[in-house]
C-alpha cells in the first residue's frame, strides 16, 4: 500500500508540475528554454534561463527534503536538481561568453553542515551532490560519516629496523661532550657527599665534647671496689662451663666420680661458677 501512495502522490505532483508549466506558456510569460544554452544569442535571455533554473531548483530542493516520498522519488529528484546545477552552470557559461557578469565567482559558494565548501555544487565539476532527504538514503548516508583515522602498527621487524648503535650508547662519548658533563658532575657530587661528610662528623664531635664536658663538671669518677675479671678470666670460665655440659651429656656417672676424685688427689679444687 505504502509504493501504490508514493506512485500516486509522485504522479500528482508530476501532474501540478505539468499543469502549472502549461498554464505560464499559455499566458505568454514565458517560452520553452533552449536545450542547448549556446543557441541563446541574447544576454538578457540566457540571464532570464537562469534565473528560471534557479528558481526549480529551490523547488525540487524544497520538494526533497520530504522523506515520506520514498526512495525512488528521491533518487529521481536528486537526479533532476543534479541536472539542473550542471544546466545552471553551462547558462553562467554562456552569460560571461555574452559580455555578462560572472556568476561563478561572485555567487554565493554551496558548503555543508560544517562550512566546507563543496565542489561540483557550481555545475562546473563533475561531482555528484545529495539534496534534503537523499542524505540519509541506503548507501547514502555512509558517504558523510567521517570514519575514524585508522591506526597501523608497526611489525617488530619495522621496529628494528630503525635501531643502531647510537641507540644503545654506544656512540655518546665520540663527540666528549658526555665525558665533560659526567666529570663535572662527579665533581659535584663529590663535593656534596665531602661536605655532608664533614657536617656529620662535626655534629659528632659537638655531642661528645657535650657529654664529656658534663662528665667532668658533676658526674664523680668511676672506681670499682672488687677486682673485676678480664677478658681472658672470662674466655676461661666460658670453656670450662662448656666442658661441664659436655661431660654432663656424654660422661657416665662413674667416669665424673673417678674424674672428682682425680682433681682430690692431685688438689685440684673445681673452680667456683
Known sequence: ???NQEKAQALFNRFLSSKIDKEKEDSGRITK????????????EADKWRQQILREVGRKVMEIQNAALGEHRLR??????????????????????LGGPNYGKSGPKATDAEGNELEGASGKGQGYRYFGAAKNLPGVKELYE??????????RHQMFQGITATYYGFQDEDD?????????????????????????????????????????????????????????DIEQAVLAKKKRDLMARYASATLQKDEQEAKELLNKKPRAE
Open 33 to 44: 528554454r533552449p536545450f542547448l544554452s549556446s543557441e541563446c544569442r541574447d544576454l538578457n
Open 146 to 155: 567521517k570514519q575514524a583515522p585508522r591506526t597501523v602498527r608497526r611489525t
Open 176 to 232: 666528549g661532550r658526555l665525558i665533560k658533563a659526567e666529570i663535572s658532575a662527579e665533581e659535584k657530587a663529590r663535593q656534596a657527599a665531602l661536605q655532608e661528610f664533614q657536617r656529620h662528623e662535626a655534629a659528632k664531635q659537638a655531642v661528645k665534647d657535650t657529654l664529656t664536658s658534663s662528665q667532668d663538671d658533676d658526674a664523680p669518677a668511676f672506681v670499682a671496689h672488687v677486682p673485676l675479671p678480664d677478658q681472658k
Open 76 to 97: 529521481d529528484l536528486n537526479d533532476e536538481i543534479n541536472k539542473l546545477v550542471r544546466e545552471k552552470g553551462h547558462w553562467e557559461t554562456r552569460i560571461v561568453e
Open 1 to 3: 500500500m505504502a509504493r
